[in-house]
């Protein structure tokens, strides 16, 4: 699967941004999918994830009560929405599908990736 982020830009702290990530093929709705991010000089850490109906989400602390995340499986496309943004949020954003059943926290437990998205905050 190919998957597509898009909707970064730069935003004031306290803004909002929602970032979109489509896949390609017809078999989105077997993959839990997460959003992950990467700020300069450090490692890529989950941000948020959803189990393969939507039922189930799961997130960083640092983004509780902030971020939400959302599937349209008829849409092969999910979705970060991202409120009260804060210049510590600035980083690239990527999104990532997982084969497994559950799903975590641990990069190594997606299978694809999206090429990123750059989100930046300022203050």
């Known amino acids: 699967v190919q998957l597509q982020a898009s909707g970064g830009g730069l935003v004031q702290a306290g803004g909002s941004l929602r970032l979109s990530c489509t896949a390609s093929g017809r078999t989105f709705s077997t993959y839990g999918m997460a959003w992950f991010r990467q700020a300069p000089g450090k490692e890529r850490v989950f941000v948020t994830g959803?189990?393969?109906?939507?039922?189930?989400?799961y997130f960083a602390d640092s983004v509780k009560g902030r971020f939400a995340i959302s599937r349209d499986n008829a849409k092969n496309t999910v979705y970060l929405q991202m409120n009260n943004l804060k210049p510590e949020d600035t980083a690239v954003y990527y999104c990532?599908?997982?084969?497994?059943?559950?799903?975590?926290?641990?990069?190594?437990?997606?299978?694809?990736w999206g090429q990123g998205t750059q989100v930046t905050v300022s203050s």
């Open positions: 959803i189990t393969l109906s939507g039922g189930t989400t």
């Open positions: 990532a599908a997982s084969t497994r059943v559950y799903i975590g926290s641990n990069r190594r437990e997606y299978d694809y």
